[in-house]
Structures are given as C-alpha cells and as structure tokens.
C-alpha cells in the first residue's frame, strides 16, 4: 500500500477528521488528501463523510489494502484474485532482490505441493507466499518451516479449531474419520554454504471451504468451525511467525507443543528406504527422532505416517 495512504488510514482509525485536519496532520495538500481517500474508496474501504469531516466505516473484506491495515508485521501485499502459484511468484520476486513481500491470492489455478503433488487451493481459501532474506547459516532454514506450521497451528486455535502438526509441516485435524489436513507448507531456498540468501515459505490454508471443494482427506477452518474472517487469519498468522522468527530458540520448544507425531508409532520414508520406529523427539534445526528396533535414528527429511499411539501398541 501507498504509505501516505497508509497514513491516512491510520489517522482516521482514530476517529473523523476533516480535510484541512488531515492535510496538517500528515503534512500534505488538501488535494492530496482528497487523492489519497479516492483511493482507497476504489481499493474497497469506506470512508464517508459527515459534518466533522472524514470517517472510516468499513474495511475490505480481503485484497492487499486490508491485510496491510492494522498488520502489525513488517510485510507489503501483492494480491492477486487468482494465479498459477504464489510460490511461483514469490521466487520471481526473490530474484529480483524483493525482502518481506506476501504474494496473497483468493484461488491458485496450477498450486503444488511437497513432491510434486496437486494441491486444490480453490477461492475461500488462504493462499500466501513469504518472501524473506533471514540472517540465517543455510543449516538452520528448516526452522522457518517449523516457524510456519506453529504459527498456523495457533490461530487455528484462536479461531477455535484444536489443530495439531504431523512432523515436519502438515497441519492436521483430527476426526471422527482419522487425521485430515489443515494446511500445507511448501518452502523454498537458494543460498549458498554458510547463508541463505533468500527463502519462500509458501502456506495453504483451506479457510472457507466446503467439503466438495477439498479432497476427502482434508477438512477447513469453516467445516470444523465457523466461517472465519480470512483477512485476521492472515494477519494474524503473519505476525505469530514474524515472532517466533525472530526468536529462533523459541521455535522447537513450541512446536514439540502442539505435535502430534510425538508419541506415535510412525513409519517415514526416506531416499534410504523406510524407517519405523517411536518418535520421540525433534532436534534442531527440525530433525525427528525415532527410537526403533536397530537403535535411535535421526531423520532430517521424509514423508511420515502416523501408525498408532504407542500407549496403544
């Protein structure tokens, strides 16, 4: 968003205020002003007004301008109503020296997922990519993806779905039919040995979508819930991951709180072949710990399958 425009909204989100009040406030022409509220009136918002001036009645339902007001994270928007990818994007963007930027889209006609696999991610839904520079070795990037997985982890929670992880990314529900995914993460990099010199954290969250719009092996927010303001759960997802990387020790610990693949008896394969075991824990920067019949192995990549609860066995 325009920062002069960004300034007027954060002006009027304090109350009405005239033309010549806004211009002094943010030391620009009343013309300018004018320009300014034009503007947003055609990017969605509701600025009307009345005797004492100008009043901010209504935010857009979703689009770039509305995430980008009240974010408290460091991030510009680029919307789209719909496109191909937003990783796609998102890693043009990164080429081209872009840092901190959100490729936001309302439906992906051509998204992938881990492997290669299709990934529906049809309009109501929450599709984003981060584009990002962390100072971080290349060695600690998996944390990132981590970061990613808790942070939609918690605002599941706070919009009153007890979501939970499946080492190292997925975020799952579990139902009356088994474990059905929430949301997927997809990250990519490029860098060199000892740094990164960009990462794209790419998360699909089915948000407002019905049961015939996602595989039978999914659920959304809206089906184990309610319908959800999908503007708060990206801004609110933003900002729980803007923490948690900006305190990478802090990652760990809270993703061993909401796993679900601790405790389990897991089969996960591997470029090596299958391995079985308990997973019992994870270790920096995302490796998974199982204790099997041959001894305890360290996995730092592969696809996991939740067998049964070990109290079970």
Not at 79 to 88: K, W
Not at 164 to 190: F, H, Q, R, Y
Not at 199 to 204: L, P, T, W
Request: charged letters at 25%.
């Amino acid at each position: 968003m325009n920062d002069t425009r960004a300034r007027v909204l954060a002006a009027l989100a304090d109350g009405s205020l005239s033309g010549p009040e806004l211009a002094e406030k943010l030391e620009i022409s009343r013309a300018a002003v004018w320009k300014h509220v034009e503007a947003l009136r055609e990017a969605g918002f509701v600025i009307e007004s009345d005797g004492d001036g100008y009043v901010l009645t209504e935010i857009p339902e979703y689009g770039g301008p509305a995430v980008e007001f009240g974010l408290d994270a460091p991030y510009s928007i680029e919307y789209h109503e719909s496109i191909d990818s937003t990783n796609r994007r998102a890693r043009e963007l990164a080429k081209e020296g872009a840092e901190n930027v959100v490729v936001l889209a309302d439906e992906q006609t051509g998204s992938r997922g881990r492997l290669n696999r299709d990934w529906q991610a049809p309009a109501g839904g929450v599709w984003m990519s981060l584009v990002l520079r962390p100072e971080l070795p290349t060695a600690h990037a998996p944390l990132l993806t981590l970061a990613a997985a808790v942070a939609v982890t918690k605002v599941a929670r706070e919009a009153g779905v007890e979501a939970v992880i499946k080492w190292p990314n997925d975020v799952l529900v579990s139902t009356a039919d088994g474990e059905k995914k929430l949301c997927g993460i997809l990250t990519e990099m490029a860098g060199e040995a000892d740094r990164v010199s960009w990462v794209v954290v790419g998360i699909g969250i089915n948000a407002n979508l019905d049961a015939d719009e996602i595989p039978e092996t999914a659920t959304s927010l809206q089906l184990e819930g309610e319908t959800v303001n999908r503007r708060i759960v990206v801004q609110r997802v933003l900002e729980e991951f803007t923490v948690l990387a900006a305190d990478t020790d802090a990652i760990l610990p809270a993703w061993r709180e909401y796993a679900l693949t601790l405790g389990q008896y897991v089969r996960v394969e591997t470029a090596n072949g299958d391995v079985l075991g308990e997973a019992v824990d994870v270790e920096f920067p995302g490796t998974l710990v199982l204790e099997t019949e041959d001894g305890t192995v360290r996995i730092s990549a592969g696809e996991c399958e939740h067998l049964r609860p070990v109290q079970s066995r």
